[in-house]
Nanobody, 116 residues
Framework: QVQLVESGGGLVQPGGSLRLSCVAS????????MGWYRQAPGKERELVAN???????TYSDSVKGRFTISRDNTKNTIFLQMNSLKPEDTAGYYC??????????WGKGTLVTVSS
């Protein structure tokens, strides 16, 4: 089993910044691909950004240039630095990891609300 715990969400004004963290623990070894997804009320979950085991990154067009994904391999942790936040960024943010056995695990999410 693999556990993922997200943190860092909250209420922020438009134009503000937040930094999300996700810590992976349990049956995981090595550097695994991980990612951030988000789901707004009434919408499907969508990819925000992911980071490969070698450090390569991809971003959705809607966050490119504003969000940055990074990782601390010594702590099995990934981060999502979110700048220039917009009301449409409001969503639950979830991280996932591709385990050594090919299974994808999800965290329970952290809520980000962008509002004045």
């Amino acid at each position: 089993q693999v556990q993922l715990v997200e943190s860092g969400g909250g209420l922020v004004q438009p134009g503000g910044s937040l930094r999300l963290s996700c810590v992976a623990s349990g049956s995981i070894s090595g550097i695994r691909p991980m990612g951030w997804y988000r789901q707004a009320p009434g919408k499907e979950r969508e990819l925000v950004a992911n980071i490969g085991s070698g450090g390569s990154t991809t971003y959705s067009d809607s966050v490119k240039g504003r969000f940055t994904i990074s990782r601390d391999n010594t702590k099995n942790t990934i981060f999502l630095q979110m700048n220039s936040l917009k009301p449409e960024d409001t969503a639950g943010y979830y991280c996932n990891v591709l385990s050594n056995y090919g299974k994808i695990y999800w965290g329970k999410g952290t809520l980000v609300t962008v509002s004045s």
